[in-house]
């Protein structure tokens, strides 16, 4: 869905997202590498089953998977068991069958084989479907990603970065959290690149007004002191309509409204502490601002 004229995107960070499901993703669950979240290839079976019901919804679980893993993944599917319970019994199924954690054991021989082989199957064009690389974001925008993550590999956010600039993303970085030295597992993953984030998120916040500049005017006075903010505005000055407003750290209006000119005295004892700007504008411009402090 695409609602340009009610929602602006100032700025994207996803995380270790699987970016390539057809390609990178495939790649990386139906190889011969074991891959301990085994559970999922049965929950995205699941779930195209049911987003494309006339193709990988007619085709069975029985048409797809080995008869010894039918019996867990259908409570799953009744909801009789969580996701985690179903990874626990495949992959003690999978440990006595075959000795390894490999999801492509779980699949009957013919389907691996179209996976692996025939993009016309049903499961890749489904696959293909939920990609979502292959486009350009206008707003500025960071892929987190750790390169020792076990579940999502960090190859989507590299492809995803090739493409995207080669599409014309004009600010656009797939960016490591982790390191050779010290790899981080999909959910080690989480504080890094939240905290990373947070300070790409901060970089983009304008606290003060859509306005463009601050067209400063000395003789206007912001003062703070004891709980109490002093407002001066000269008489003489052109404007009208004049607002005084408070933005706090996160860029959240607290506090607005209209003022007259001369000496106007707010009592702001109701804000917690932390810091804050305090504008002051007219129907012209924003024309002045001051950081206030409340301990």
Same mark, same amino acid.
């Given at each position: ?24 993703? #495939?790649? *990386? ?64 199924? !999978? ?8 999801? #492509? ?60 600039? =080669? ?6 970085? =797939? ?6 030295? *010290? ?13 990373? !984030?947070?300070?790409? *998120? ?18 206007? /006075? ?24 408070? *933005? ?12 007259? /000119? ?17 504008? !002051? ?15």
């Amino acid at each position: 869905l695409d609602y340009p004229d009610d929602f602006k995107v100032t700025g994207s960070a996803p995380m270790s997202g699987p970016y390539s499901i057809s390609e990178k993703m #495939k790649e *990386f669950t139906l190889s011969d590498e074991p891959y301990g979240t085994v559970a999922y290839l049965a929950w995205l079976t699941l779930g195209y089953q049911a987003a494309y019901p006339e193709t990988v919804g007619m085709l069975g679980l029985d048409e797809l998977f080995k008869p010894e893993y039918l019996s867990d993944i259908n409570e799953f599917k009744n909801e009789e068991i969580d996701l985690w319970e179903l990874n626990d019994r495949v992959t003690n199924t !999978l440990v006595s069958t075959v000795g390894t954690v490999t999801p #492509k054991d779980m699949l009957l021989p013919d389907v691996l084989n179209s996976l692996l082989t025939d993009p016309t199957h049903p499961l890749n064009v489904a696959l293909e479907d939920n990609d979502t690389y292959d486009w350009a974001p206008e707003a500025p925008t960071r892929l987190y990603y750790c390169q020792g993550d076990e579940q999502v590999t960090f190859e989507n956010a590299t492809l995803a970065e090739t493409v995207m600039v =080669a599409n014309g993303a004009a600010d656009l970085e =797939a960016v490591q959290r982790d390191s050779p030295s *010290f790899p981080l597992s999909h959910g080690g993953c989480v504080t890094p690149a939240t905290q990373a !984030l947070i300070v790409f *998120f901060g970089s983009l916040q304008n606290i003060l007004s859509t306005n463009s500049e601050v067209n400063a005017d000395p003789n206007v /006075k912001i003062q703070y002191y004891d709980g109490q903010l002093l407002l001066k505005i000269p008489f003489e000055r052109k404007g009208t309509m004049n607002t005084v407003s408070i *933005f706090n750290q996160s860029g959240q209006k607290v506090f607005e409204r209209n003022i007259d /000119k001369g000496v106007t005295i707010e009592d702001v004892n109701w804000l917690s502490s932390g810091m804050y700007i305090v504008t !002051l504008k007219d129907n012209e411009s924003l024309y002045q601002n001051a950081k206030l402090v409340k301990y």
